[in-house]
């Protein structure tokens, strides 16, 4: 009968007989704390599978941008973000991103921002709507090269608004007509909807109780060109895969 000794501070048991530890349960161990520590500390994960290592990015909440918002708020902080997108897309390991969207909106500059990186990554790039990818959440939903949105989650699309205090003059108003310019050429020139369908939705009247614009669940998403497909995360994850086979001889 065999006996074992347990080492508590690494949660590892060891043959008693042969005095060594089982190397590959403290492996999966430490791999599993450092996949919860990065997890806690950013919202993200690096999946192996094959020797292709895939990045798992959230976005979640507000996307916070110059300004801080409320300690209570749950956030995605944009400079975070950025530097962790230009290290991915740098990384030799790294073989294709996922990106994991449930977004109420947020700063309209810092979600361009970060959405314009996204797209001009050459690495292979899959973007999931869950709950919502809603406001500047759009933008970022369709700049990964193929989207996909679970059945059950919504993306609202409504026209720039700022908040705090506005002139109501003519400048105020060009300012914003070009911003959500800005935003429909860039949806348009990373989708298959086009920037005149998309502006309709936008300025869709009679579908929102206190404001202009439209709901688009998954199904509907799709048949306006908005979002390539309606799918969940094992879907995702094989076109993800899938289009890292196709990238395999481009990467360095």
């Not at 949660?11 to 530890?21: C, E, L, M, R």
């Amino acid at each position: 009968m065999k006996s074992y000794i347990h080492d508590s501070e690494n949660d590892v048991f060891f043959d008693n007989k042969k005095k060594k530890g089982n190397k590959s349960e403290k492996k999966t161990h430490e791999s599993f704390d450092e996949i919860t520590e990065d997890i806690e500390e950013s919202g993200t994960v690096i999946v192996e599978d094959d020797s292709r290592k895939i990045h798992c990015l959230t976005i979640i909440g507000e996307i916070e941008g110059h300004i801080e918002s409320p300690p209570q708020n749950k956030t995605t902080k944009y400079e975070h973000v950025i530097p962790r997108l230009v290290a991915i897309e740098e990384s030799r390991e790294i073989a294709g991103l996922l990106v994991i969207l449930n977004t109420v909106g947020g700063d309209i500059e810092a979600g361009l921002a970060l959405a314009e990186l996204m797209a001009g990554m050459k690495k292979p790039t899959v973007s999931l709507v869950l709950g919502g990818g809603h406001s500047i959440g759009v933008p970022l939903a369709v700049a990964a090269k193929y989207s996909f949105i679970a059945p059950s989650a919504s993306m609202t699309i409504h026209p720039v608004r700022s908040t705090g205090l506005t002139l109501g003059v003519r400048q105020s108003f060009e300012y914003f007509r070009r911003m959500q310019q800005r935003i429909n050429n860039f949806v348009s020139s990373n989708s298959k909807i086009s920037a005149e369908a998309y502006n309709d939705l936008v300025m869709t009247t009679g579908e929102l109780v206190m404001d202009v614009g439209t709901v688009l669940e998954g199904e509907r998403a799709v048949e306006v060109g908005l979002i390539d497909s309606v799918g969940d995360l094992s879907l995702a994850l094989s076109k993800l895969r899938e289009m890292i086979e196709e990238n395999k001889g481009s990467i360095d």
